[in-house]
């Protein structure tokens, strides 16, 4: 007797779970067919972009996406050559993928068994999901390694090509989707890198890292850890964020502010120079607080540089 007969339940009854697993099962990419279908965690930036991944059709519209991408067929055998009309047959753009994903639990409750004119399996919906966040990546990727290729040939700079090799090497070498190393900013994956190779604003994320990187190096100069400061970006927004609330703030004697006295002091007492950076599209006017008066800050921003000399 079976657990669905043992409590009064009809021949074929299956739990909420139960059915959650197999409706998992049917949309789980088989693991033993991922890193053939999809880019291993552990494969280079350079391997990501050049990663054979399906195209997107033109938008299309007027979709009935329960019958128009799902049908009761069963699926088709999983062979080699299937598994290369997989890689290699366009798939639906980006918002009809991403509605098949929320159907998907119901078309499969409706009877679903593969995915329309082809048979492929259910699960082929969540490799077109997959291949989506992929490819933000990688295309990323083939910008940045073109970008890399166009200054090893260039003419003009041999340092910018011996920079050139050394990043090729880099893009060679890194995983894609491992974090970055600790003693960074933060523990982002790898391919978050891509902004630094071209003309490319730079994220937060890429800031901080730079800023960790000098204050690295400052301290290992004893000279200039002495007269130099290097704080993360999001100090010029808490500074500023004190001079638009000055006329509530007493600045001597609030806990809040205790950082900047703290700050303020360390750069007066040793005549030291603030440096970060940050975007600052608009300027504040008088932006003044307590110890720029003795002190030197330099922000160094992407958009504009303020200089506050000393007096």
Partial sequence: MNNAQSLGLPDGWISQEEQWSAFQNEFTIPASIQNTLLPSPNISLKALASFALPVMVEKSTNHDYGTDYFTANPSISITPPVLMRLQHLPMPERST??????????AWLNGAKS???TDFPLWTVTFWNRVLDAKEVSSKWIDSVDWVMAQLHQKKSEERRI?????????AAL??????????????PIHS??????PNWLSGSNQNDLLGLLRYQLAGQSNMAKIYRVEGTDTP???LSVYRNRQKI??????SVEWLRTLAND???NEATLITMQNLPVAPTGFLLPFLSTSTVFFLATRWEMRFQKS
Avoid: C, F
């Avoid at 098949?100 to 119901?106: A, F, M, S, Y």
């Fill in 175 to 188: 995983p894609w989707a491992v974090n970055k190393p600790s003693g960074l900013s933060d523990n982002e």
């Fill in 250 to 255: 007493r600045y001597t004697e609030e806990q």
């Fill in 97 to 106: 993928i991403k509605e098949l994903v929320e159907i998907g639990h119901q």
């Fill in 267 to 269: 750069l007066i007492k």
């Fill in 163 to 171: 920079l050139a090799e050394q990043a090729m090497l880099y893009i």
């Fill in 115 to 117: 995915v329309r004119s």
């Fill in 193 to 198: 890198l891509w902004r630094y190779l071209g």
């Fill in 237 to 239: 927004q808490k500074i």
